[in-house]
C-alpha cells in the first residue's frame, strides 16, 4: 500500500503541502492514520509539479524513505507550484524495488499514482498484461502492479477517454482479473481524477484550492471522504464523485 496526494491552487512549497502539516504525507511515512494494510511506507516516494507556462511536470524520486533524504527537505523549501502530485510508496510483495517504480509515473502532461495492491503479481495478472499493444507492454517503466495498472490508464487516455473515463476503464479492467485494491489518481496540472476501492479517499476544497489524499494531513473538519467504490473528477470550479458499480 501507500499514500499519495493531488494538490491544485495557489502556489506553495513542497515544505507547506507535504511537511508542515501535521498528519501530512511527510509523517504519514511513518505514522499513517487511516492505512488499512501495512505499517509504513518507506519503499521509495515521489513528487510531481508543475512550472507556471510548462505543461510537463517535473518529477523528484527516489528509493527511500522521504525523510531520510536530505535532498528533498532542501528541495521542499525552495520549489513552489500551483499544482502537485505526491505519493510515499510501501511495496507490493513481488514487485521491482528502485527509484523507477515510486510514484508519481508520468507521461506526456499527466502524473499518475496507485495506492493498493494487485494479489497474484505477476502471474496471475497475464490476462490484464494481454490488454495492452505488446509495444507498450515492453515500455513499462517499472516491473510493478502500479505501472501496469498506469500503461492501462496512459492506453486508455491516448485513445481519447477523459481522466476519470481512463481510471474507471483501468479499474474496471482490473477488477475483472484480480481482487485487488484500486485507488488511482491523476492529474494533467489544472484537473484531479482519482478513485476509492478499497481503501480511503478525501478531499479538501477552499477558497481557490483543491486537495485530494489517501487521508486528511490534520483534524480540521472540512475534509470529506469518498464512498467505496467511487470516482472522482474535480478541478478548481468544482468536485464530481460518481459511483464506481
Known sequence: MCRHLAYLGSPVTLNELLVAPPAGLYRQSWAPRLQQY???NVDGFGVGWYAEGDPVPARYRRAGPIWADEGFTDLARVVRSGAVLAAVRSATAGCAAGEAAAAPFAADR???SHNGALPGWPDGLAGLAALLPPAELLRLTA???SALLWALALHHLRDGAGPDEALTATVHEAAKHTEGRLNLLLTDGTSIAATSWGDTLCYRTG???LLVASEPSDDLPDWQHLPDRSVLLADLRGV???SLT
Open 38 to 40: 501495512g505499517t509504513v
Open 110 to 112: 499527466w502524473l499518475f
Open 143 to 145: 516491473r510493478t502492479d
Open 207 to 209: 477558497p481557490g484550492s
Open 240 to 242: 464530481t464523485v460518481s
